[in-house]
Structures are given as structure tokens and as C-alpha cells.
């Protein structure tokens, strides 16, 4: 598995796979993807095809990793964790000092990967994914 910059091509793939880890009312839209190619950074892994991928951006010193996502056939494999590295790394050269994200409270395994990654758990967000659906704040200070 390699990890590479997004591609216009993997956007249906991205599409695919945003559906797949996502509600319809908490998913992107299909045309978002054009939108984050162009102004955010995405990274793929890639393997002959597009097992997951990962979105963020930076403000500042500050980096936000706006969405992980894996396909659920290649999950627990480690595919996130690459990502993750990936994107920290990005976001890092990019001056991003303070990452943060928002995580499903009820998306335990998601949860372990971050804190895995160093991230400490913040504020409770309620209704973050929607009524009743909320998230929780990560943190990760780089030094």
C-alpha cells in the first residue's frame, strides 16, 4: 500500500467510500470532493485501487484533519494509521503546530486510532453528526 496525493480520478472511489463510513445526512456530497482536492489536502492509500483516504487543512499553526476515511473491507489493517502519519506530516510541513479533529462518540474504534496516534480527547460537541449523534474533540500538540 502506498499513500499518495488525491487525484481528480478517485473522487468516485472517495464517493464510494464516504458512503460507506457515513450516514446520507452526515456524508459529503459528491461535489465537495471537487472542492476539497482543490483547496484542502487529501491523501489516498492506495493499493490498485483506493482502500481509504484522509482530509485536513491548516490555519495558521493550527491543523485540522476534516475526515478519515476507510473502506470496511480493508479496515483494521492499519490503512488508517498510515493516513493519519500521512496527513500529520503534511499538515506539519505546512506550519500546523496543534491538530484537532472531531470523532463519533459512539465510533469506538475510531476513537482508539486517534488516541493511538497521540491525539488526547477534549470537549464533548453535542449533536455534531446530527440529533443525538455527538462527537468528541482531539487534540494533538506537535512540538
Known amino acids: 500500500m502506498m499513500v ?18 457515513f450516514p446520507e445526512e452526515a456524508a459529503f456530497p459528491p ?6 482536492l482543490t483547496y484542502a489536502e487529501a491523501l489516498v492509500a492506495y493499493n490498485g485501487q483506493v482502500e481509504g483516504f484522509v482530509v485536513g487543512y491548516t490555519s495558521g499553526k493550527m491543523g485540522r484533519i476534516y475526515t478519515l476515511d476507510v473502506h470496511p473491507d480493508y479496515r483494521r489493517r492499519g490503512v488508517g494509521g498510515v493516513l493519519m502519519k500521512g496527513m500529520e506530516e503534511v499538515l506539519a510541513s505546512k506550519g500546523a503546530r496543534i491538530l484537532r479533529l472531531e470523532a463519533a462518540v459512539e465510533n469506538p474504534a475510531a476513537l482508539a486510532l486517534y488516541l493511538k496516534a497521540g491525539f488526547r480527547k477534549g470537549s464533548l460537541i453535542k449533536d455534531y ?15
Open 129 to 143: 453528526y446530527g440529533l443525538g449523534k455527538d462527537a468528541c474533540r482531539m487534540i494533538k500538540e506537535r512540538s
Open 4 to 21: 499518495r496525493r488525491a487525484q481528480r480520478e478517485d473522487i468516485p472511489r472517495m464517493v464510494e467510500i464516504e458512503r460507506l463510513c
Open 31 to 36: 461535489k465537495m470532493f471537487s472542492y476539497l
